[in-house]
């Protein structure tokens, strides 16, 4: 990496990390009206070749247990489908969300009870989730095998795939169009004032010392060791998670939901004749910042049977392309963890996504930028997400975790 010098000694707002959450909040900084202060984001590879951001699914879900999930997608979706409007630059691509749904599979009666609470929660927050039984799933696809099922969720409403890349690309460009100032560098040490109470400086990798106002934690898996630079700890780790992209000898003469199996497993449609599966590593510990090894048998000895277990359609496939990829996974409580540090006050994190931060990214980059800039929430009351819930053990419970 070729390090650069930031233009200037101070600045109002520091960001840590330039992938998809410090992006959003730099360009809804830029996008708020009462922020005029100064932003630099520090990045410290900025091909973002190892991101979560650039490994990720990009998938949107309403099927969210917590109504306040939902709501976070809602926002999501609006901001997608009116994003050239939203960035106010005619030069942005208009997107869509391929809106082919998530199909939650149930085959015992408690998961089943658990979808039908959900559906509650769903239909309240104006979502339009639908639950069917297996001879409903049937008639609509009739690729599953239902023969274990007891139940099946589906929403049709802004669910599905949507294009993440080109949305984070258009913030960070515009966010630097607007004058937040994005740097190739890294952060190796975070300096706090003699009470411990505040946040004065970052020390960059060239050598440079920055003072910030405030200071924003979106290093993604790396969460962990930059709280730790200013003494913090903070519950998240980089948990491995694979993915391959698979063609099939006979494909289905209809989209694929993204299909949770009751394995685990999921799957999808992700191009006219293509296929997306994904899972877990098992075990599944934390790994290292650097390791994105695959592991083969993994496909062959698990996923490829419970695929072809599920769609029969599907005893014939080939993978043409596969990789690892890394949640910020929060051990806590698998949600997001943001606000300001209880002790250390202009610490703010974005962090422990868990899988869900491409999606919640919209609603939590505007959260941040107004907590920035008022002190609070305003669109979305956030603060059950504040770090304040780790150290009282309040975890925040979320039924739909994938």
Request: aromatic share 10%; glycine share 8%.
């Amino acid at each position: 990496m070729k390090t650069q010098t930031p233009q200037k000694n101070s600045y109002d707002v520091v960001i840590i990390g330039g992938a998809i959450m410090g992006s959003s909040t730099a360009w809804f900084l830029t996008d708020n009206p009462d922020f005029d202060g100064s932003a630099l984001v520090v990045e410290r590879d900025s091909s973002y070749e190892f991101s979560s951001t650039a490994h990720t699914n990009s998938c949107m879900r309403q099927q969210f247990s917590a109504k306040l999930n939902v709501q976070i997608s809602q926002f999501a979706a609006d901001f997608v489908k009116n994003l050239p409007e939203r960035i106010g630059d005619d030069r942005v691509p208009a997107q869509v969300i391929q809106n082919y749904g998530y199909m939650y599979l149930a085959d015992n009666d408690d998961f089943a009870n658990v979808l039908r609470d959900n559906q509650t929660v769903q239909l309240d927050a104006g979502a339009e989730t639908q639950l069917l039984t297996p001879e409903e799933i049937k008639a609509r696809y009739p690729f599953y095998d239902v023969d274990d099922l007891v139940l099946g969720s589906i929403n049709l409403k802004d669910e599905g795939y949507w294009d993440g890349g080109t949305v984070f690309d258009w913030w960070r460009r515009s966010a630097q169009d607007r004058g937040v100032e994005y740097i190739s560098n890294e952060v190796v040490a975070i300096s706090k004032n003699a009470a411990g109470t505040k946040v004065e400086s970052v020390t960059l990798a060239s050598g440079d010392v920055i003072a910030c106002g405030q200071l924003v934690n979106a290093s993604g898996p790396r969460a962990a060791r930059t709280a730790q630079m200013a003494g913090l700890d903070i519950p998240v780790e980089p948990r491995k998670r694979f993915t391959w992209i698979f063609s099939a000898a006979q494909p289905l003469d209809q989209d694929l939901p993204l299909t949770i199996d009751p394995s685990g497993v999921h799957f999808r449609q992700d191009g006219p004749k293509t296929y997306l599966a994904g899972c877990p590593a098992d075990p599944d510990p934390a790994v290292a910042f650097d390791d994105f090894a695959m592991d083969h048998n993994r496909w062959e000895s698990h996923v490829w049977p419970i695929i072809a277990g599920r769609i029969p359609q599907f005893e014939a496939i080939k993978v043409v392309n596969e990789w690892a990829g890394h949640y910020a996974f929060n051990t806590f409580d698998q949600n997001a963890i943001m606000g300001p540090h209880t002790e250390v006050s202009n610490f703010i994190f974005l962090n422990g996504f868990s899988g869900h931060g491409l999606q919640q990214s919209p609603a939590m980059g505007r959260g941040t930028a107004e907590w920035l800039t008022y002190g609070e929430y305003r669109a979305l009351d956030l603060s059950s997400y504040n770090y304040a819930r780790i150290p009282e053990n309040r975890p925040i419970i979320e039924k739909a975790i994938i």
